[in-house]
């Protein structure tokens, strides 16, 4: 491409000055989480002694060991059934394509631009009918629920490209629909299931809305839910706070790191389809 | 919970509806498309019980007034009138629409302005370091983009602390806190959340234009603006409309920044709607009126994103 030399030192220089903006409030929090516990720390200053025993005390005022455990217990009950009933809705609707599937396909669209707000009252009177408030559980099932429109639409999407000619061969062959879907189809899709569960992932570790409304206690909560609370009881003692906030981003900013090519990959297309 | 499993018998009715199978293989076809529906029946029930049923009784709610305990009573359209005629939750419905601004043409703005002018990040290791570190706001949760910035725009945060170092010292203040700049400093929140999302989508988008295009237009004797106009902004047409699909529904639906950097004060300078139905919900126990709200939410965020989704994807060649 022919960019003139300027235009080319612009275009950089502006990237530069984007990236700090993009870094300074993480590095802003770190100077503020090193000062001595009890000061009022101000902007960016880096400390003459830094107090790492700070990330140390936040670990034990949030609670870390069981928030983690918890946050890894909601993705668990999560992702891998919204992943499965996913892919399998979109096989019915892609490949299969079931009578009446055009209608399904509708309701679920309807779904797609759905504010979490809008039916987060009729979920806490449902999860209290259901005695299934302050657990878990409150959480999950409705997670399930509120991620099949965008899932079954990206599953769709996969399964729709997939020539039938292949179905139909294994079908010559004599295999059950449940082994076409299982032994050719969802090989087929490992990287469209792959992007739907780092994005399902995110979405679940960060989840804030249900986890305040649902869940009371903490410790049963999100990761983001949990940083609420903490916020709430350590709000006025900023090292402190600064400290705990980053201690709960470095789960995901590590495991972002790890599958960063894949991440990126998956947020580009869940914007762009979603 | 199987006493909500509303849509069984659609799988029974649709399976009567197929034809007769004639040969064998077709048989076996037939056979596959009632069980077809088994697949497609587990997202559809979690999506009945916990989507649909909870929308449709947020549409009943809020046709009552019910306090969540007691006994509820039939009020017709009289929450929807509230909703459009009390000053306060008109002035909150105002301030999700300010956020726009904010949140979806800020981004969209800065990052068409980035993307013009670098046409493409380069794959190189540069290029890897520059798309994850933009995609970091992306990646950690809002709770966290809000305590971060609520540090950076307190009194004594890096923001002041700039301001003072270049001798503006005099329009210092708690950003969040004061009357008059609460709403676009949390706008500026979002604006940092989405820029990244925003410049990397368009880059990508860039770089999938034909050179020959940018050629021809400069051997047409065009200048940048007229570049940009001609070339860049037509061919960028279905990524700025994805962006400012996900960003206006960001701004409508927001919600975490808010409760976490302003908890919609000072006053109810930056209530915004989902802030205020989960007051009304779960503090006032208002629950008709906060369903009112939730619906007209709803039909906001449908009103902005369809006009954008047929502008933009629709008149495909």
Not at chain 1, 165 to 177: K, P, Q
Not at chain 2, 179 to 207: E, K, N, Q
Not at chain 2, 234 to 249: A, D, F, H, N, Y
Request: hydrophobic content about 55%; proline content about 5%.
């Amino acid at each position: 491409m022919n960019l003139s030399r300027r235009e080319q030192v612009t275009g950089r220089v502006f990237l530069i000055a984007l990236i700090v903006v993009t870094l300074l409030p993480f590095v802003s929090m770190l100077s503020a989480a090193l000062q001595p516990r009890g000061t009022v720390p101000s902007g960016l200053e880096w400390p003459s002694d830094p107090q790492w025993g700070n990330f140390a005390d936040a670990f034990t005022a949030a609670n870390m060991g069981a928030l983690l455990r918890s946050s890894l217990l909601i993705v668990a009950g999560v992702v891998p059934v919204s992943v499965l009933i996913a892919t399998m809705a979109g096989f019915g609707l892609g490949q299969l394509r079931v009578p009446g599937g055009r209608l399904v396909f509708g309701l679920l669209l309807l779904g797609l631009t759905l504010p979490f707000e809008a039916v987060v009252t009729p979920l806490y009177y449902q999860m209290q009918d259901f005695g299934l408030l302050n657990t878990r559980w409150a959480i999950i099932l409705p997670l399930i629920g509120l991620y099949m429109p965008f899932a079954v639409f990206w599953m769709r999407a996969h399964f729709t490209n997939v020539p039938v000619e292949l179905s139909e061969a294994a079908r010559v062959d004599g295999s059950s629909t449940w082994q076409l879907f299982w032994r050719v189809q969802v090989p087929l899709a490992r990287p469209a299931i792959a992007s739907l569960t780092i994005l399902m992932f995110l979405w679940t570790w960060n989840q804030f809305l249900l986890a305040i409304v649902l869940v009371d206690d903490a410790t049963k909560r999100t990761m983001a839910g949990a940083l609420g609370a903490f916020q709430g009881q350590w709000g006025t003692d900023l090292v402190l706070l600064c400290a705990g906030s980053l201690l709960i981003l470095t789960p995901t900013l590590i495991v972002f790191l790890i599958f960063q090519r894949q991440f990126i990959k998956a947020l580009i297309q869940g914007s762009v389809k979603g | 919970m199987t006493s909500a499993l509303g849509s069984a018998p659609t799988g029974r009715d649709d399976r009567r509806a197929r034809p007769t199978p004639t040969r064998a293989y077709r048989f076996r076809w037939a056979r596959a498309a009632g069980t077809g529906w088994l697949y497609v029946l587990p997202a559809l029930v979690m999506y009945a019980v916990f989507v649909l049923r909870p929308l449709v009784l947020t549409l009943q709610y809020s046709l009552y007034d019910w306090n969540g305990i007691g006994v509820a009573r039939w009020v017709g359209l009289d929450n929807y009138l509230t909703v459009f005629t009390d000053s306060d939750l008109l002035k909150i419905i105002g301030n999700a629409v300010v956020l726009i601004v904010f949140f979806s043409f800020i981004p969209v703005a800065l990052g068409l302005l980035v993307a013009s002018m670098v046409r493409r990040i380069t794959t190189g290791a540069f290029g890897t370091v520059v798309r994850t570190i933009l995609f970091l706001p992306q990646v950690i949760p809002l709770v966290a983009a809000g305590i971060a910035w609520s540090w950076l725009l307190s009194s004594n945060g890096l923001v002041n602390q700039v301001l003072r170092a270049v001798g503006l010292g005099g329009v210092a203040r708690a950003w969040l806190g004061d009357f008059d700049t609460a709403l676009p400093a949390v706008g500026v929140i979002g604006a940092w959340v989405l820029l990244g999302l925003c410049t990397i989508l368009l880059v990508t988008g860039m770089s999938k234009i034909d050179p020959a295009l940018y050629e021809a237009a400069r051997l047409d004797g065009a200048g940048p603006v007229r570049e940009f106009l001609a070339v860049t902004l037509p061919s960028l047409r279905q990524e700025i409309g994805v962006c400012l699909t996900v960003t206006i529904i960001a701004a409508l639906a927001s919600f975490d920044i808010v409760y976490i950097s302003t908890s919609g004060g000072p006053g109810l300078q930056t209530t915004v709607p989902g802030l205020e139905i989960y007051r009304l919900a779960f503090s006032q126990r208002q629950v008709g009126l906060a369903s009112a709200l939730a619906v007209v939410l709803m039909l906001l965020v449908l009103a902005c994103v369809l006009p954008i989704q047929r502008l933009t994807r629709g008149e495909k060649p």
